[in-house]
């Protein structure tokens, strides 16, 4: 079992920057994919950053490339996600997500078996 908590929401103005951070709790020594989703209102959980369980380079949504970074240590217990250059449109409740060992990194969400409670960003324009 793996616990997952997203930190570092807020509200940023247009062209700001935030730092989310994810902590992984638990059976976290295993090797597990982890990426971070985003949801707005009314809208479907979407992909945005995804780590392969044997890999250490991220790949990337391409509405948040060149704008997000994501990395993760290994083991993943600290899953930061840089965002920059925050547009209105990326105003959201984001989410951390988390596989079963030896599972791929996907772009659906429905393939993460673990997820945090998710951290509110506010893009101001």
């Known amino acids: 079992q793996v616990q997952l908590l997203e930190t570092g929401g807020g509200l940023v103005q247009a062209g700001g920057s935030l730092r989310l951070s994810c902590t992984a709790r638990?059976?976290?020594?295993?090797?597990?994919?982890v990426a971070w989703f985003r949801q707005a209102p009314g809208q479907e959980r979407t992909f945005l950053a995804g780590?392969?369980?044997?890999?250490?380079?991220?790949y990337y949504a391409g509405s948040v490339e060149g704008r997000f970074t994501m990395s993760a240590d290994d083991p993943k217990i600290i899953i930061p996600l840089q965002m920059n250059d925050l547009r209105p449109e990326d105003t959201a409740v984001y989410y951390c997500?988390?596989?079963?060992?030896?599972?791929?990194?996907?772009?659906?969400?429905?393939?993460?078996?673990?997820w945090g409670h998710g951290t509110q960003v506010t893009v101001a324009s």
């Open positions: 638990g059976r976290v020594f295993e090797s597990r994919s």
């Open positions: 780590i392969n369980w044997n890999d250490e380079r991220p």
């Open positions: 997500a988390m596989t079963e060992p030896m599972k791929p990194a996907t772009t659906t969400a429905d393939d993460y078996d673990y």
